[in-house]
């Protein structure tokens, strides 16, 4: 960022809302797209739309291109088609596909018939191909030439083309009589290189053309490997119809790990903390829910092994049958917290004023999965043990303890990779192996605790 730029927050924008239309557009003059963008997501569907509507339309395109879909479905069901067409023409085309796909079908027809033929042509044969494939990453705004052609010639061509097109920073390719793609030429070498010097004479002619039914992650992939900055897709009879650039390759690799690793942890890939509590609940339940249904089984297993109370009360075996699910459910959460806030700090999601807001969300996400889970073990170790432990007691314990547990982990989950932070230690080095530790043991000695005091055993 740079030195005279502001970043906001949304709590400044929350109360720019509230003096006023014009106290609001001088406040966002002053704020990159990108974070305006960012702090839309913590802003209910009014908000959001009253800010959105205070931006010039150069501001608001970027907005739209940068903002995450849950803010840009609440400003697409808003935005009138006309001033949505006026973004929708300053944006490349494999954008607009991605944005009108968050559209309603009538409101995207009627951009597309408000929008030049030619490329309401484009964009529909663009929105036909799957998101997950080269179809779907490229771009059908580009600059070709035929062989043949001058240096001097292509640069006018580059100038001729109006909107996205001639704003591409890919290059040019050239193509044969079928357009099939022989060559490319970079903007530099462009620059360099004489205007009446032939385009065969500069071009690259080692080019990585990838189909278009391709797999994206396969075609960055590939990119990667080979330092390609732009690759051409072709069709089935190889003829160029779209481009890939070095920008599109950086955003399915970062989007993929992502989306990886938060899958890994059981939560979904997206800003987890600027979504709301119960929507991360839900996203986070499954894993948990495996997990108490291992846990279960476990006991049954253990039930097997530990000896039982003779007497119908609660013994030391009864009790550590049911150790394994208090500690695989704190370290799961603890785990998803902790990646949660490592991610958040590696991306500059979490600034230092929102850590307070982050850590308090995060353990109130822990205790809601703890008291859920808890609130099944309960029942469930309830009827397992039920002849000899009269009111539930017995369940009772066993819940409670993973309430705690489980709400504690997820506090340590944030104050650990936060400690590390402060102290100038990568969180992502020294938070999960700490983490783990620290939460089996804790969680043992919570769980015993809880026995010991519900129960009134010695344990």
């Known amino acids: 960022m740079r030195e005279d730029e502001w970043k906001p927050e949304a709590k400044d924008l929350e109360a720019a809302i509230g003096r006023g239309e014009a106290a609001l557009t001088a406040l966002l003059s002053e704020a990159h797209a990108a974070d305006i963008a960012e702090c839309l997501l913590e802003l209910d569907e009014e908000e959001a739309w009253r800010v959105f509507g205070a931006l010039d339309t150069e501001t608001g395109t970027e907005v739209l291109q940068r903002a995450a879909d849950p803010v840009r479905t609440g400003i697409l069901e808003r935005i009138p088609v006309s001033e949505l067409v006026d973004h929708v023409e300053q944006m490349p085309a494999d954008d607009v596909v991605d944005l009108l796909a968050l559209a309603e079908d009538e409101k995207s027809e009627a951009v597309l018939r408000a929008v030049d033929f030619e490329r309401a042509q484009g964009l529909r044969e663009l929105a036909a191909y799957e998101p997950d494939t080269a179809g779907g990453l490229m771009t059908t705004e580009f600059v070709a030439v035929q062989a043949g052609t001058r240096v001097g010639d292509a640069i006018k061509e580059i100038k001729a083309e109006e909107g996205p097109a001639g704003e591409e920073e890919v290059g040019v390719f050239v193509v044969d009589d079928v357009r099939k793609p022989i060559g490319f030429v970079s903007d530099r070498e462009l620059l360099t290189s004489g205007i009446h010097t032939p385009i065969e004479e500069v071009m690259e002619t080692d080019l990585l053309s990838v189909h278009v039914d391709d797999d994206q992650e396969d075609v960055a992939h590939a990119m ?10 072709v069709d089935e009879g190889g003829a160029l119809i779209g481009v890939i650039s070095s920008d599109d390759v950086g955003e399915v690799i970062e989007e993929e790990a992502e989306e990886d690793i938060l899958k890994l942890v059981g939560t979904s890939a997206v800003e987890q903390t600027r979504l709301p509590v119960f929507t991360r609940v839900r996203h986070r339940l499954p894993l948990m829910a495996l997990t108490v249904l291992g846990g279960l089984v476990t006991a049954r297993i253990l039930d097997y092994a530990l000896p039982s109370s003779s007497d119908g009360g609660s013994s030391v075996g009864d009790v550590l049958r049911y150790l394994p699910i208090i500690i695989g459910l704190a370290g799961n959460v603890g785990i998803q917290s902790s990646t949660i806030l490592v991610r958040a700090f590696a991306t500059g999601e979490v600034s230092q004023e929102r850590e307070a807001t982050v850590v308090t969300s995060e353990v109130l996400v822990g205790f809601l999965i703890g008291l859920l889970c808890g609130g099944v073990t309960t029942l469930v170790a309830a009827h397992l043990e039920g002849a000899g432990d009269p009111e539930y007691r017995f369940g009772s314990a066993v819940g409670s303890a993973i309430w705690v547990a489980v709400s504690w982990a997820a506090l340590l989950g944030c104050l650990v990779p936060l400690g590390c932070k402060r102290i100038g230690v990568d969180p992502a ?7 783990i ?17 519900v129960l009134e055993i010695g344990v």
Not at 224 to 233: D, E, M, N, R, S
Not at 437 to 453: P, Q
């Open 437 to 453: 530790t620290l939460s089996d043991i804790s969680g043992a000695a919570i769980f015993v605790a809880v026995a010991h005091l």
């Open 224 to 233: 990667l490997k080979y330092g390609v900055t732009a690759a051409p897709v």
């Open 429 to 435: 080095v020294a938070a999960g192996p700490f983490l």
